[in-house]
């Protein structure tokens, strides 16, 4: 029983704030490079900001660059995405992800989605 869960997803307006977190349970994230993805209605799922193990290197995509910061804590077993100034654009289903690669930089798992372990989601909806 090695799962992730998202918490932390509602309803905010445009330039709102959310704080999404994802806690791990039957394994250590320090062992994981971990990654938050998103997926919209009628998109494909895209990886949105993804983190190194040592937490010394994270990777933010381009259209969350500035606004979005991705963080972890270790000792607690949990990884945040703090998101702010928030967009309709921003609305969807928000995955966390684990990737236990010996070798995988947070880009890259950005990049190729490379998660071993995947949570169930939760809903982010950016509306007036």
């Known amino acids: 029983q090695l799962q992730l869960a998202e918490s932390g997803g509602g309803l905010v307006q445009p330039g709102g704030s959310l704080t999404l977190s994802c806690a791990a349970s039957?394994?250590?994230?320090?062992?994981?490079?971990i990654g938050w993805f998103r997926q919209a209605p009628g998109k494909e799922r895209e990886g949105v900001a993804c983190?190194?193990?040592?937490?010394?290197?994270?990777y933010v995509a381009a259209s969350v660059e500035g606004r979005f910061t991705i963080s972890r804590d270790n000792a607690k077993n949990t990884v945040s995405l703090q998101m702010n100034s928030l967009q309709p654009e921003d609305t969807g289903i928000y995955y966390c992800?684990?990737?236990?690669?010996?070798?995988?930089?947070?880009?890259?798992?950005?990049?190729?989605?490379?998660?071993?372990?995947w949570g169930q989601g939760t809903q982010v909806t950016v509306s007036s």
């Open positions: 992800a684990a990737d236990g690669s010996l070798i995988v930089t947070a880009h890259a798992m950005c990049y190729r989605q490379s998660g071993n372990y």
């Open positions: 039957g394994f250590t994230l320090d062992d994981y490079v």
């Open positions: 983190i190194s193990k040592r937490g010394l290197n994270s």
